[in-house]
């Protein structure tokens, strides 16, 4: 028998409203996942993209100003960039940012899906596996923040790998630019990325919920996962490259057979990011600058080498005393190079991407609700 | 009032759980009987709000059963039957979280779950997984979980099963405690008639989806007026004997006689008896019926019969 024993007591505390009550899940189960090392690792590994994102962010801030700090590599810059971008780096700004986090945000996602793969199959397997749905829905909960709560551990996990880090890179993208005219160049940056981060952990999170209701072992569920994500990559890849010698036209052929990809959900994130993010535009923009700039160095190598022999690009050196190379075609603007021409002019339109992840969403939600009910029924 | 329910009926398909189940129930322990299939889970679920209601209304500590879900579920503690448990936890975290769900910050929870762990007798094993526990703490457990947020009303669901004698008795006490010195409501849902017995004033008894009787347990255990219990300080055997002799039913119960009078005999007639035999009675008491009794009395007065699973007096 204790020396103090209190027996029970009353509790006289306050309590939240109901409307909060999915936080407690989601908070638990982020604490929860927090537990397995592996998946600690992998949220500290996604942030090195972001980091890279903001020093690049950084370094294009103090080159819009020409700072001192950049002097030294001036010469080295000007060697890469095309004279259109050196010269007037503001004009380019949008697009570059667009770039950036386009990169940024499509290995993140790859980053995601397998952080999804970590996190996600127990969410709700497990619950089934220990019976613990009637004590969920025995409290002052409703079975739509049951949902909602776990859907918030995925949310909250591939928000930290996707809208966080975007976010921050974006400060600080703002805070080296020492312009305020860069938040009306790329505010659509960061809402893009927002909405994008938003599109990928409400569609894998859903998805993710609806595998894990399914059964109550967590590896079968994870499977799931991986099949959707790989499996649907490869049959679409398989599609894309089996249809591609039915057209006679090869233009015909690369852009009908690339519809297949609207079959792999990466590349319906892919397409939901571009559109998000409006990447085609900078693309067109970048690469129309690098193209300029390539014909001119081309026009200026022939006739420099007429005259002065200088190298490629008229560079100061590369291979002398040769005979003058035949100048390549200029190219014309319509038509890109072609590893960015499916960047430019995207095979199948967003909203096809949009349809097929709101209908495996929707899915989700109606195998979500009917696998787990609620406690009206017989035992 | 605890709870009151009117004309309430509950059908699954083919399958109509309550059929108008009119009941109302003053604060206090209730005992909740039925033989299997009797409505007694689903009437625990309507009284949560955990289920649609084909008709019929109520109200639970005052709130509608069909407007106020969340509140009555707020206001009430529930210990399932099943095992159940929040995967991958251990005690203390298991708790904190019901704490959670129910509204309480985090820290509070967790500073209350110390003191209901303590109170159910597991503060010893709280940092264990609770996975790793044994039936009986498991429903220690899950009683330290409906009490977190310290409910008006705690519905327990066979909260003994499983239990060893020992910590069977333990729960029985503490479920007394509640009820009866710390002004907590209980309805008790038990197939032992003795754990129900230990625990409530009042039980009601269901079956067929309908409420057989309902009602203070020591009114409900009426007395046998034609039947006493005689105890004698000496020659209880001889005294048997005499009274077997004048025609009277004898039958030896407990430490005692169980004896049936004569039509037109009162007690009078045994004290007579015992003058003249030279027996000194210790006790005289008209004897009641038991829990079994009104229990099997309410089924057989309802057409029922008890069904395997039902209430019986065996202990754990």
Not at chain 1, 20 to 45: M, P
Not at chain 1, 71 to 81: A, E, G
Not at chain 1, 251 to 257: D, M
């Amino acid at each position: 028998m204790p020396v103090f024993d209190q027996g029970y007591q009353h509790w006289k505390g306050t309590l939240s409203g109901h409307a909060g009550r999915w936080l407690a899940i989601a908070r638990q189960g982020i604490k929860a996942q927090l537990r397995n090392r592996r998946t600690k690792y992998l949220v500290i590994a996604a942030w090195t993209p972001a980091l890279i994102l903001a020093g690049f962010l950084a370094l294009w801030g103090l080159f819009e100003q020409k700072a001192d700090v950049l002097k030294p590599f001036m010469d080295v810059i000007k060697t890469i960039l095309p004279l259109e971008i050196f010269e007037g780096p503001r004009t380019f700004r949008s697009s570059l940012w667009t770039l950036a986090f386009d990169a940024f945000l499509w290995i993140e996602t790859g980053l995601a899906l397998i952080l999804v793969l970590l996190v996600g199959p127990d969410l709700i397997s497990q619950d089934l596996r220990y019976n613990a749905i009637p004590l969920y829905l025995s409290r002052p909960l409703l079975r739509f923040q049951y949902f909602l709560g776990k859907l918030g551990v995925i949310v909250g996990f591939l928000s930290m790998v996707t809208v966080v880090p975007a976010f921050i890179a974006y400060v600080v993208g703002i805070t080296f630019s020492l312009d305020w005219s860069v938040v009306q160049d790329t505010w659509r940056v960061l809402v893009g990325s927002v909405v994008y981060g938003l599109v990928v952990a409400i569609s894998c999170g859903l998805i993710m919920l609806a595998f894990s209701s399914l059964s109550r072992n967590s590896r079968a569920v994870a499977m799931l996962w991986v099949a959707l994500w790989l499996i649907s990559g490869v049959i679409a890849g398989a599609l894309v490259d089996s249809t591609r010698n039915r057209f006679d036209d090869p233009a015909t052929a690369g852009k009908e057979s690339e519809r297949w990809w609207a079959l792999s959900f990466g590349a319906n994130l892919n397409r939901i990011r571009e559109a998000a993010l409006n990447t085609p535009e900078a693309y067109r923009q970048v690469v129309s600058a690098f193209q300029s700039a390539a014909a001119q160095a081309a026009e200026m190598a022939q006739g420099q080498m007429a005259g002065r022999n200088r190298g490629p690009f008229g560079l100061p050196f590369g291979p002398r005393n040769r005979p003058p190379a035949t100048p390549p075609p200029p190219a014309h603007p319509m038509e890109p190079p072609q590893m960015f021409a499916s960047r430019i002019n995207p095979p199948f339109p967003w909203t096809w991407s949009a349809g097929i992840l709101g209908g495996l969403s929707l899915l989700s939600v109606l195998v979500l609700s009917n696998r787990i009910k609620s406690l009206d029924r017989l035992r | 009032m605890l709870f009151q329910l009117r004309d309430v009926t509950k059908r699954y398909k083919q399958v109509t759980a309550l059929r108008g189940l009119t009941v109302s129930m003053p604060e206090g322990a209730i005992g909740l009987l039925g033989p299997n299939g009797a409505g007694k889970t689903t009437m625990i679920r309507t009284l949560l709000g955990l289920i649609s209601i084909n008709a019929g209304e109520g109200e639970v500590l005052g709130m509608d059963i069909r407007r106020k879900r969340l509140d009555i579920r707020q206001a009430t503690g529930f210990v399932p039957e099943d095992e159940c448990l929040f995967p991958g936890m251990s005690g203390i975290e298991f708790v904190g979280y019901a704490g959670e769900l129910s509204g309480m910050r985090p820290r509070d929870a967790m500073q209350r779950a110390h003191e209901v762990l303590d109170y159910v007798g597991l503060i010893e094993a709280r940092y264990r997984k609770a996975d790793t526990y044994s039936t009986g703490m498991k429903q220690r457990l899950k009683l330290a979980s409906a009490l977190v947020h310290d409910p008006r009303l705690l519905i327990l669901d066979e909260p003994t099963n499983g239990m060893d004698p020992k910590g069977r008795e333990e729960l029985l006490a503490m479920a007394r405690d509640l009820a009866q010195a710390k002004g907590m409501s209980l309805l008790f849902s038990s197939h032992l008639l003795p754990d129900v017995e230990a625990v409530c004033d009042h039980i009601m008894v269901m079956g067929g989806g309908q409420l057989l009787a309902s009602g203070r347990i020591d009114d409900l255990k009426r007395h046998e007026g034609r039947q006493l219990m005689v105890r004698t300080k000496t020659g209880q055997n001889e005294f048997a004997q005499a009274l077997k002799a004048r025609g009277l039913e004898v039958e030896p119960k407990d430490d005692g006689l169980l004896v049936s009078l004569l039509d037109g005999d009162g007690p009078e007639y045994l004290w007579r008896l015992a003058s003249e035999t030279g027996v000194q009675i210790r006790s005289l008491l008209p004897r009641r019926s038991t829990l079994e009794e009104v229990f099997l009395s309410a089924l057989a007065g309802a057409g029922q019969s008890p069904t395997p699973g039902s209430p019986t007096a065996g202990a754990a």
